[in-house]
């Protein structure tokens, strides 16, 4: 009975509090660049996050948020990106967020990792449809250099076939 209790109180105490968006800090901002509409910001907290506005754009800038204080560097974490509709998302890519020491606190940083979206047909490599008449192919997009290690202090990205609709984001 001992043993039980004491897993119980242990699960209570490692067990994810469920807090608010208030909570958890912003990791990122993505923005559409062909819009005039407000950056989405993409929280940090687990699970699948549906956006509250569903915006479409050529382009897109995912650029850091908040600087995180502290003397460790923060954990890195992934960013799934999805696309479609908010009743069937479908993943478009993963971001795997780094982050970097600055005067300001501990920086995040990008790296863009889209799964291959090819396939070999008819004797040549075919973009496979994410939606109907819509290729997957991701084109990285600005002149930002990144680190040695591969991240950007910012991505800008978009379809080779056209506008690009986010509808929300999850966190790992």
Known sequence: ??????????????A???GSAAD???????????STQPSLEIV????????ARVISSSDWKLTS??????????????I???TGTPAAPILLCRVLLHYYPSREGWVPYFQLDQEPLLR?????WQA????????????????????????????????????????GWQIR
């Open 1 to 14: 009975m001992q043993k039980i209790l004491a897993t119980a109180a242990l699960a209570l105490v490692f």
């Open 44 to 51: 940090g907290r687990a699970g699948l996050q549906l956006s």
């Open 65 to 78: 948020a908040d600087r995180v204080a502290g003397d460790v560097r923060p954990a890195d974490r992934l």
């Open 80 to 82: 799934e990106i999805y």
């Open 24 to 34: 958890a800090p912003t990791l990122a901002k993505l923005q559409p660049l062909a």
């Open 16 to 18: 994810p509090d469920g």
């Open 120 to 124: 070999r047909a008819n004797g040549r």
């Open 128 to 167: 496979i449809e994410i939606a109907p008449g819509v290729s997957g192919l991701l084109v990285r997009k600005g002149g930002v250099l990144p680190t040695a290690e591969g991240f950007f202090p910012a991505l800008e990205f978009g379809l080779s076939s056209g506008p690009l609709t986010v509808v």
